[in-house]
């Protein structure tokens, strides 16, 4: 049996634990993939295949990315400097991309998902904050 991409161990990640369809949204773009909360219908990730160059590596091909938002800007600047990590490609200041390329352990990957499905909740209907 065939080992699990990253990409393939987020997938049943994100569908385990929060119950989300992983969405393909462009028809132009179909390594992309976002996932959403069913509560507020926020995206709290999304996975595309970028140019390997866009990050800085020296190599022609595309890598897997993961994008996700960090609320704390404190700890998104502490995780900007770690091997693997990068500011979010594509996406406001509050994003991180990870580089899906073995440099960020999935375990680490899977609380950085966590804190993004976090960072996006919605607000209960009815209810102010």
Known sequence: MKNKSFREKIYDYVKNNYGCEIEHLWFRF?????FRRRDSGKWFGIIMD????????DRVEYVDVLNVKISDFI????LLQ??????GYHMGHNWI????????????????IDLSYESVG?????KKE
């Open 50 to 57: 970028i140019k390997a160059s866009k990050f800085g590596i």
């Open 82 to 87: 770690q091997n693997g990590i990068f500011k």
């Open 75 to 78: 700890y998104r600047d502490l």
């Open 122 to 126: 919605g607000k209960i209907k009815g």
């Open 97 to 112: 991309s990870v580089l899906l390329t073995g440099s960020v352990s999935f375990e680490q990957i899977c609380e950085l």
């Open 30 to 34: 179909p390594g992309y993939a976002v």
